[in-house]
């Protein structure tokens, strides 16, 4: 049986053709228009098995390669490269080194230290709309927040804060596709060109005057006598962009619709705002951010429950499905926000596992918390089956959603 990976009416829900793939074809080999496999994994076991092997499944397909097959592959263009070569997409020891150079503004002690700026952005922004009694959460509220935090952590001037929509938007498109020639990738092209000029004259006033941010930090941090290179810092700001921004996004925007479609829920963490920590483990788990893992390929044949998957095959994850999987989670569709042991997979495994999980978090209880507290009555103001969701694969989160209270 063939399923619908990418459709618009998959995409709205895909918690079917995920249970369904768990039970029929758990490990689904496909072959790309290039002739290429790729495997979708979807058994918890499985997922968090390859999450943790990062010696057989690697993120760079280089390392999947001869030298013979290495030599022969055509120059990465530079625009390319310089979007994707950050540590998301390697493996040790490159991996190793450049998150080791950044870290140190991820600790749960110094996301702790943003709390009260993040809570005045949070206030700020519902005091901009209080009144009116209706809003996009997502225009107004859960995009604003995150990118206003990351562009505050990096020290972006405030007046430049809002380019950074269009940027983001631009870099969770699909690298390839910015090399076709269509109206869609010359603008995104475009887009991401006005990015790297800009950003390389921060870098160079931040070079000229230090200040107390994370680009200054970055360009001055040194490790066992190492320093980021230019091309490096670029791919950095871009991955803490995306990772930190478009993807608080989707958990502060699904995190309240998982509420509202659930009003007992909402009721209890009204009720008992201790939850909330419980509560915001649970959207991730039920209907988190990230719906698939970035890709890996196998760098060696691997045999796994029958099946042969190749040296150099794309290997997809899909958290989504995995942290549904019944034989991890009990009742695994239900959303319980005191659900206990919920080891979900929604920031990862291993080397790989999510840096800014800790402020993910932050952002995520202020923004929540702050709704609940503001907002009584917070509901929906269009039918459930009129929103729409973003086409983003590996993403899951609403384009907008309307809402509305008294």
């Known amino acids: 049986m063939t399923f619908d990976l990418f459709g ?15 039970s029929e074809q758990p490990l689904c080999r496909r072959v790309n228009a290039d002739g290429k496999a790729i495997w979708f994994v979807t058994r918890y076991a499985d997922v968090a098995a390859i ?12 390392q999947t390669m001869t030298p013979a097959e290495r030599a022969a592959l055509p120059p990465t263009p530079e625009l390319i490269h310089l979007l994707s070569n950050h540590m998301l997409n390697l493996d040790p020891p490159d991996h190793t080194r450049l998150r080791s150079l950044v870290s140190k503004a991820f600790t749960a002690t110094v996301v702790n230290r943003m709390a009260e700026r993040i809570q005045s952005m949070a206030d700020g922004l519902v005091d901009k709309v209080q009144a009116r009694g209706a809003m996009d959460l997502i225009d107004d509220f859960a995009y604003p927040l ?4 990351i562009a505050d952590l990096l020290g972006i001037p405030l007046r430049d804060q809002g380019r950074f929509r269009q940027w983001s938007q631009a870099f969770v498109t699909p690298s390839i596709n910015v090399l076709r020639n269509t109206k869609k990738a010359q603008k995104a092209k475009r887009l991401m060109e006005d990015f790297t000029g800009y950003m390389g004259g921060l870098f160079a006033q931040r070079r000229a005057q230090p200040q107390a941010d994370l680009i200054s930090a970055l360009l001055q941090t040194e490790e066992a006598g190492d320093k980021l290179r230019e091309e490096e810092l ?16 989707d958990l502060i925007s699904n995190g309240v619709l998982a509420l509202l479609q659930h009003p007992d829920q909402l009721q209890l963490l009204q009720q008992q705002p201790a939850r909330l920590d419980a509560a915001i483990e649970e959207m991730v788990r039920y209907d ?8 890996r390929f196998a760098a060696q044949d691997v045999a796994m429950d029958g099946h042969l998957i190749q040296r150099g095959d794309a290997v997809n994850l899909i ?6 999987d019944p034989v991890q989670f009990a009742n695994p569709d239900q959303f319980e926000i005191d659900r206990a042991n919920n080891r979900h997979l929604g920031f990862g495994l291993g080397v790989h596992y999510c840096l800014g999980a800790p402020l993910g978090r932050l952002e995520g209880k202020i923004a929540i918390s702050t709704l609940l507290r503001r907002l009584p009555n917070l509901r929906l103001a269009v039918p459930l089956d009129t929103l729409k969701w973003r086409k983003v694969p590996i993403l899951r989160g609403l384009q907008h959603m309307p809402v509305e209270w008294d």
Do not use: C, W
């Open 8 to 22: 618009p009416e998959f995409k709205a829900d895909p918690y079917p053709t995920y249970r369904a793939l768990r």
């Open 51 to 62: 999450l943790r092997d990062h010696t057989r499944f690697v993120k760079n397909v280089q």
């Open 146 to 149: 995150p990118i206003n935090v």
């Open 234 to 249: 670029f791919s950095m700001v871009i991955l803490l962009i995306v990772a930190g921004h478009e993807t608080v996004v």
């Open 288 to 295: 988190g951010p990230v719906e698939r893992a970035t890709v």
């Open 319 to 324: 958290l989504a499905a995995a942290d549904r």
